[in-house]
Protein backbone atom coordinates (compact mmCIF):
# COMPACT_ATOMS: atom_id res chain seq x y z
CA UNK A 1 0.00 0.00 0.00
CA UNK A 2 1.41 3.30 -0.90
CA UNK A 3 1.10 6.51 0.96
CA UNK A 4 2.06 10.12 1.14
CA UNK A 5 2.33 11.83 4.25
CA UNK A 6 3.75 15.34 6.08
CA UNK A 7 7.69 14.67 5.94
CA UNK A 8 9.15 14.02 9.54
CA UNK A 9 12.65 14.54 10.91
CA UNK A 10 13.65 11.06 10.94
CA UNK A 11 12.63 10.60 7.20
CA UNK A 12 15.68 12.98 6.51
CA UNK A 13 17.87 10.08 7.25
CA UNK A 14 16.33 7.63 5.28
CA UNK A 15 16.76 10.39 2.05
CA UNK A 16 20.15 11.27 2.87
CA UNK A 17 21.14 6.93 2.37
CA UNK A 18 19.18 6.84 -0.76
CA UNK A 19 20.87 9.93 -2.32
CA UNK A 20 24.11 8.32 -2.04
CA UNK A 21 23.18 5.72 -4.22
CA UNK A 22 25.49 6.57 -7.20
CA UNK A 23 22.94 4.54 -9.72
CA UNK A 24 19.94 6.86 -8.62
CA UNK A 25 22.53 9.82 -8.51
CA UNK A 26 22.96 9.64 -11.97
CA UNK A 27 19.98 8.97 -13.16
CA UNK A 28 18.36 12.04 -11.55
CA UNK A 29 21.08 14.05 -12.81
CA UNK A 30 20.52 17.26 -10.46
CA UNK A 31 21.94 15.67 -7.07
CA UNK A 32 24.74 16.90 -4.92
CA UNK A 33 28.23 16.34 -6.16
CA UNK A 34 28.78 15.37 -3.43
CA UNK A 35 26.24 12.97 -1.96
CA UNK A 36 27.89 12.57 1.26
CA UNK A 37 28.14 15.85 2.57
CA UNK A 38 25.59 16.38 4.67
CA UNK A 39 25.84 19.99 5.51
CA UNK A 40 24.54 20.28 1.84
CA UNK A 41 21.83 17.99 2.17
CA UNK A 42 20.51 19.67 5.55
CA UNK A 43 20.50 23.32 4.12
CA UNK A 44 18.49 21.82 0.74
CA UNK A 45 15.76 19.99 2.48
CA UNK A 46 15.61 22.93 5.16
CA UNK A 47 15.07 25.12 1.64
CA UNK A 48 12.54 22.85 0.56
CA UNK A 49 10.91 22.26 4.14
CA UNK A 50 10.68 25.85 5.23
CA UNK A 51 8.91 27.13 1.57
CA UNK A 52 5.41 28.55 1.12
CA UNK A 53 6.06 27.21 -2.18
CA UNK A 54 6.82 23.81 -1.87
CA UNK A 55 4.71 20.83 -1.25
CA UNK A 56 6.76 18.18 0.18
CA UNK A 57 5.65 14.35 0.76
CA UNK A 58 7.15 10.96 1.85
CA UNK A 59 6.09 7.91 0.20
CA UNK A 60 5.91 5.14 1.57
CA UNK A 61 5.19 1.70 0.87
CA UNK A 62 3.66 -0.47 3.42
CA UNK A 63 4.43 2.12 6.46
CA UNK A 64 8.04 2.31 5.13
CA UNK A 65 9.61 5.64 3.84
CA UNK A 66 10.53 4.39 0.33
CA UNK A 67 11.04 8.13 -1.22
CA UNK A 68 9.57 11.74 -1.55
CA UNK A 69 7.75 13.56 -3.48
CA UNK A 70 7.74 17.98 -4.23
CA UNK A 71 6.47 20.27 -6.22
CA UNK A 72 7.76 23.77 -6.07
CA UNK A 73 6.52 27.20 -7.96
CA UNK A 74 8.24 27.77 -11.04
CA UNK A 75 7.42 30.74 -13.37
CA UNK A 76 3.81 29.94 -14.48
CA UNK A 77 3.34 26.30 -13.38
CA UNK A 78 4.28 24.07 -10.89
CA UNK A 79 7.48 21.72 -11.22
CA UNK A 80 7.31 18.24 -9.80
CA UNK A 81 9.97 16.28 -8.85
CA UNK A 82 10.48 12.74 -6.89
CA UNK A 83 13.37 10.34 -6.00
CA UNK A 84 12.69 6.53 -5.18
CA UNK A 85 15.02 4.27 -3.19
CA UNK A 86 16.94 2.45 -6.10
CA UNK A 87 15.49 -1.37 -5.29
CA UNK A 88 12.02 -0.10 -5.28
CA UNK A 89 12.20 0.84 -8.83
CA UNK A 90 10.26 -1.10 -11.22
CA UNK A 91 7.35 -1.86 -8.38
CA UNK A 92 4.83 0.08 -9.70
CA UNK A 93 5.52 2.28 -6.17
CA UNK A 94 6.92 5.90 -8.09
CA UNK A 95 3.93 5.71 -10.59
CA UNK A 96 0.94 4.98 -7.78
CA UNK A 97 2.56 8.11 -5.76
CA UNK A 98 2.87 10.54 -8.60
CA UNK A 99 -0.94 9.62 -9.19
CA UNK A 100 -1.86 10.47 -5.70
CA UNK A 101 0.07 13.25 -5.06
CA UNK A 102 -1.04 14.95 -8.30
CA UNK A 103 -5.05 13.98 -7.00
CA UNK A 104 -4.11 15.35 -4.06
CA UNK A 105 -2.60 18.82 -5.68
CA UNK A 106 -4.74 19.06 -8.60
CA UNK A 107 -2.84 22.72 -9.89
CA UNK A 108 -2.23 22.60 -12.99
CA UNK A 109 -0.42 22.98 -15.60
CA UNK A 110 2.58 20.77 -14.17
CA UNK A 111 5.77 20.17 -15.46
CA UNK A 112 8.84 17.41 -14.83
CA UNK A 113 12.25 17.55 -16.49
CA UNK A 114 13.89 14.37 -17.14
CA UNK A 115 17.23 13.20 -18.56
CA UNK A 116 16.79 11.85 -22.04
CA UNK A 117 18.44 8.39 -20.73
CA UNK A 118 16.12 8.24 -17.53
CA UNK A 119 13.81 5.98 -20.17
CA UNK A 120 11.70 4.80 -16.31
CA UNK A 121 10.63 8.63 -15.08
CA UNK A 122 9.85 9.23 -19.08
CA UNK A 123 7.65 6.21 -18.96
CA UNK A 124 6.33 7.36 -15.91
CA UNK A 125 5.67 10.68 -16.32
CA UNK A 126 3.48 9.80 -19.99
CA UNK A 127 1.92 7.27 -18.33
CA UNK A 128 0.07 9.52 -16.42
CA UNK A 129 -0.45 12.29 -19.45
CA UNK A 130 2.78 14.00 -19.19
CA UNK A 131 3.32 15.18 -22.91
CA UNK A 132 6.74 16.76 -24.39
CA UNK A 133 6.41 20.51 -24.60
CA UNK A 134 10.40 20.55 -25.30
CA UNK A 135 14.35 19.92 -24.22
CA UNK A 136 16.64 22.20 -22.71
CA UNK A 137 20.26 21.81 -22.11
CA UNK A 138 21.55 22.00 -18.33
CA UNK A 139 24.78 20.91 -16.68
CA UNK A 140 25.02 18.22 -14.48
CA UNK A 141 27.02 18.26 -11.55
CA UNK A 142 26.59 14.52 -10.76
CA UNK A 143 27.59 13.77 -14.31
CA UNK A 144 29.74 16.74 -14.74
CA UNK A 145 29.02 17.38 -17.94
CA UNK A 146 26.04 18.93 -19.71
CA UNK A 147 23.04 16.86 -20.44
CA UNK A 148 19.80 17.30 -22.48
CA UNK A 149 16.70 17.38 -20.26
CA UNK A 150 12.97 16.68 -21.49
CA UNK A 151 10.89 19.24 -20.94
CA UNK A 152 7.24 17.51 -19.81
CA UNK A 153 3.51 19.07 -18.97
CA UNK A 154 0.72 18.00 -17.27
CA UNK A 155 -2.66 20.40 -18.21
Known amino acids: MITLRAVETEDLEQFFVFQQDADAAHMAAFASTNP ?3 SVFDHHWGQLLNSDDTIVRTIESDGQ ?6 AFEDEASREITFWIEKRFWGQGITTE ?25 LKILESLGFTETGEESSFSNVR ?6 KILQLD
Open 97 to 121: AVQKFLTEFPQRPVTARVVIDNLGT
Open 144 to 149: AKVVQE
Open 36 to 38: KDR
Open 65 to 70: PVGSIA
